[in-house]
Structures are given as structure tokens and as C-alpha cells.
């Protein structure tokens, strides 16, 4: 097949969130290095602006407007944690276009799965609204692309960041053109994402939340997966995999309180891959959402693309003692209304 696609570009290095700031320039410093070493397993593709036209198919135009004014000020902030610079909008144009031209090159069959390595994140971006160091909602421009330029009628988001996606949730809550799926740490920032939200009106049923606690590491995510996310996964049957792929529920990470390995996320994408694989012709595309510890970032992201290139086992060992047993119950029981669990 056509191999796993990358898109990284030093200029997503130019939004400056000022000194301390977790979600840092250096998070993509840290990572170009690993994807030209990886050169010939991957194929880079080259980044493009989003345009506002894109940017209104899950914006307001009023919205894009203000995050656009924030080029002529030295420094603005739409609240405490999400500071812009001058070069802020053209980059966050650059990460969600740059998602845009992984998921053409899928389409076209140029390459078969990949990764948007991008910054700024996207998924709490409300269709009006910056916050959570997010301005446009990357993977959610993503999914209405898909489907208004070429028709899809069923694409699935898979969140596995340790943050809620409060944005890409209520973009597609009421619309069962996205199956929106979410494991993250609750209660916690930004506070949405509890069990009974399932969606609404004609979307009731496509949306899964599973709130975990504090702790949970590889055990409990591979149980999760395997019990919860790949079954209502294949029962969507959707054309196109896309995940919200952020690394702050890794066990390094300062920000969460999550015990995940780059082994365990490798595995995450090795179950989603399978489900791109048996329904959707392998098309599968992942965006970088948080994740702020360096290191733990880029082996991650290696263990990834490891997935994605089909270089990566199956995780065949016997499931570990896991403490999830009593969340999952939760979930499957707000679920089974619309799913078989
Ligand atoms: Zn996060």
C-alpha cells in the first residue's frame, strides 16, 4: 500500500505563548528531528493555511474574524491559558490546512493513513470560542471536510487526549454524521464530558464518553478499547478513522495524572487501524492535540506511526488486572440503549 503520510513544518513553531507556557514551540522542535529520521518510512506532505472558508465549516465567521485581528497586537488572550502572538492565526490556519492535505492525500490514494504533527491544538475550540490553548478545531474542520467535499456520511472521531474535546463534541452532538468518541480524565478540565452526555435530537447515541478517573494506564485503556471504543466502533461502520490524538495521558506528563506508556498508545492506534482497516479501506488520520512532555511526545509519536506503518504487534498478552471494570459497566450501561455492549 501507499505507506503513512506526515505533515510537520517548522513554522507551526511560530505561535509564541510566551515563556512557561506548556503547549511550547518546542513540542514540534522536539518532533521534527524523530520524523526525518523516520524519512523513509514516512512521506512528507507540505502544509498549506487553511482557508476562512474551511475554517466556517464548524466556525462562526464572526469568530475567525476576531482570532484574525489578533495579528496586529503584540500579545492578546482569549482567556488565561490561550495567549496569541502576531503569528498566531496564520498558524493555526497552517495546522488545521495542514490536516486538510493529509486527509486529500488519503483520498486520493497517495498515501494511506498519517499524521498531522501540528500545533496549535484544536479540540476545545468552540465553533465561537478560544480556549484551552486551542483557537480552530483542527479535527472537526477535518471531519466536515470529508464529508462536504467528498460526501462521507459517516466519519468517527476517537479522542483519546487526556482532556475532554468539549469543542469537537458540541460541533456534532446533534448530528450522527460524526461519531464522537472520548477516554479522558474527569472531573477535570474542561469539565463536560460526564457519562449521560450522549448526544442530542437526531445525534442521541453518537456520542460516547468514557470519564475515567485519576491513574488509569495501559491496562485500563487496552480494556476500555477492546470492550467499549472498537465494538461501537465497528458497529458504526464508518468511512473514514480520524483521532484526536493527544499525549498528556501519558505517565510523564505534568499536566495529567494518567499512567500511559508510548507503548500503550501504540496499541491504541494498532486497534483503531484495524477497525480503518475492515471498514473504512485503511483511511485513517490522526492530529496532534496536547501532550507536554517532551520526551514522552516524541516516542509516542514513534510508537504511532509504528502502528499506522504496520511495524507494530499486536498486543496479544493476556489483559492485566485492570481497575476500569466499574467505569466501563457505567458506560456500557448509558450505551446499550444504542449500541450492542
Ligand atoms: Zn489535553
Redesign the pocket.
Known amino acids: 500500500m501507499a505507506g503513512t503520510g506526515v505533515v510537520i513544518d517548522p513554522r507551526y513553531m511560530d505561535h509564541d505563548t510566551g515563556a512557561g507556557h506548556p503547549e511550547c514551540a518546542e513540542r514540534i522542535g522536539a518532533l521534527l528531528p524523530l520524523v526525518e529520521a523516520l524519512a523513509p518510512e514516512v512521506t512528507r506532505l507540505q502544509a498549506r493555511p487553511a482557508t476562512p472558508d474551511e475554517l466556517a465549516l464548524v466556525h462562526e465567521p464572526e469568530y475567525i474574524k476576531e482570532v484574525a485581528a489578533t495579528q496586529a497586537l503584540p500579545h492578546f488572550a482569549f482567556d488565561a491559558d490561550t495567549p496569541t502572538s502576531p503569528r498566531s492565526y496564520e498558524t493555526a490556519r497552517l495546522a488545521a490546512g495542514g490536516f486538510l492535505v493529509l486527509l486529500d492525500a488519503i483520498m486520493a490514494g497517495d498515501v494511506e493513513n498519517g499524521f498531522a504533527l501540528a500545533r496549535p491544538?484544536g479540540?476545545?475550540s468552540e465553533s465561537g470560542r478560544a480556549m484551552?490553548f486551542c483557537f480552530f478545531n483542527n479535527i472537526a474542520v477535518g471531519a466536515q471536510y470529508l464529508r462536504r467535499r467528498y460526501g462521507l456520511g459517516r466519519v468517527l472521531i476517537v479522542d483519546w487526549?487526556?482532556?475532554h474535546g468539549n469543542g469537537t463534541q458540541h460541533m456534532f452532538e446533534s448530528d450522527p454524521g460524526v461519531l464522537y468518541v472520548s477516554t479522558h480524565q474527569f472531573p477535570y478540565y474542561p469539565g463536560s464530558g460526564n457519562f449521560g452526555e450522549v448526544g442530542t435530537g437526531e445525534g442521541e447515541g453518537y456520542t460516547v464518553n468514557l470519564p475515567f478517573p485519576a491513574g488509569f494506564g495501559d491496562a485500563e485503556y487496552r480494556q476500555a478499547f477492546e470492550r467499549i471504543v472498537e465494538p461501537v466502533a465497528r458497529q458504526y461502520d464508518p468511512q473514514f478513522v480520524l483521532i484526536s490524538a493527544?499525549f498528556?495521558a501519558h505517565a510523564r506528563d505534568p499536566?495529567?495524572g494518567m499512567m500511559v506508556s508510548e507503548a500503550g498508545f501504540g496499541a491504541l492506534a494498532r486497534v483503531l487501524l484495524d477497525v480503518a482497516t475492515e471498514h473504512s479501506q485503511g483511511r485513517c488520520a490522526a492530529i496532534l492535540?496536547?501532550?507536554y512532555d517532551l520526551s514522552a511526545i516524541r516516542s509516542s509519536v514513534h510508537h504511532v506511526l509504528a502502528a499506522f506503518g504496520g511495524r507494530l504487534a499486536a498486543d496479544s498478552r493476556a489483559l492485566p488486572p485492570s481497575r476500569a471494570a466499574a467505569v466501563l459497566e457505567r458506560v456500557k450501561k448509558t450505551q446499550r440503549r444504542f449500541w450492542k455492549l
Open positions: 491544538p479540540h476545545h484551552g487526549d487526556l482532556h493527544g498528556d499536566l495529567g492535540e496536547g501532550g
